[in-house]
């Protein structure tokens, strides 16, 4: 059943391009991130975070403003018949990880052997403090995708269907059907919404619509799973003006106006 949700909770940030958004998304996560107590950060990989891992690995040069953060994957893809790392962890090796010599102890992998204890390590390792986030023009954030998300889901594996492989395939293995696998890993939305502060980030007139269903309405469904964020008590949305093009300029003017003391 659809839920009622508003946007009393969430802080718009506007950015004028995926660099600008990019950039300023560095900048939040650091702020979050620069103190001398332990951070626990989930994070993943796809086209959306690549700039804002770019300017992290420039401020780590510079100064290590993340020395206390600890990494959780928050989804996985994993090569068929393969004993490898996923796409997200492989993606967060190249762009991240690697250049940003993050130690491993401080990477805590989500598997397909350990999903169903994930979220208790989680726990015991003090709670999501962060939580960075993109979404899919379809709704879907993390792997919760239409079709498949319970809102009570904590981490669990999900079934490739067999209408979704070709897409998976396209978006992910470079059009090779042979290595898509017949499940993910995901965090669910109970896993997400338990973190302290979760951190939305959004570029391009293909996100416009999800954007819109996030922002400008007020139902809560499942069928558009990124629908539940706005439930969230510290939500940060940070958009680019394509992203946020089916919205109002009203609506844009409340949301930032939320963020301002």
């Keep these: 059943m659809p839920l009622k949700g508003g946007i009393e909770n969430m802080h718009l940030i506007v950015a004028e391009d995926y660099d600008g958004m990019s950039r300023t998304a560095a900048d939040c996560f650091c702020s979050m991130a620069d103190s001398r107590q332990r951070r626990n950060a989930a994070v993943t990989a796809g086209s ?22 600890h990494f959780y994957n928050f989804d996985e893809i994993p090569y068929r018949g393969e004993e490898r790392d996923g796409i997200t962890m492989e993606s967060l090796k190249k762009y991240f990880y690697e250049p940003a010599c993050i130690p491993e102890a401080r990477i805590h992998t989500l598997t397909d052997k350990n999903y169903q204890t994930y979220d208790k390590l989680v726990a015991c390792d ?54 898509v696998p017949d499940f993910l890993i995901t965090m669910g939305p109970r896993s997400i919404m338990a973190s302290r502060q979760l951190l939305l980030l959004a570029s391009g007139k293909e996100k416009a619509e999800a954007i819109r269903a996030l922002i400008a309405t007020d139902i809560v469904d499942e069928s558009i799973p990124s629908t539940i964020l706005k439930l969230h008590p510290s939500l940060t949305v940070i958009a680019d003006r394509d992203a946020l093009s089916l919205i109002s300029a009203e609506v844009v003017e409340e949301m930032q106006w939320n963020g301002r003391g």
Aim: net charge positive.
């Design 126 to 179: 003090g709670g999501l403090d962060l939580c960075v986030l993109g979404i899919g023009r379809d709704g879907h954030f993390c792997s919760n995708t239409p079709g498949k998300t319970k809102w009570g889901n904590q981490t669990v594996k999900l079934p490739v269907y067999p209408h979704d492989r070709e897409r998976i395939a396209h978006l992910m293995f470079g059009g090779n059907v042979s290595q």
């Design 48 to 69: 959306t975070p690549i700039g804002m891992y770019g300017y992290l690995v420039e401020y780590i040069r510079e100064r290590d403003v993340l020395g206390y953060v």
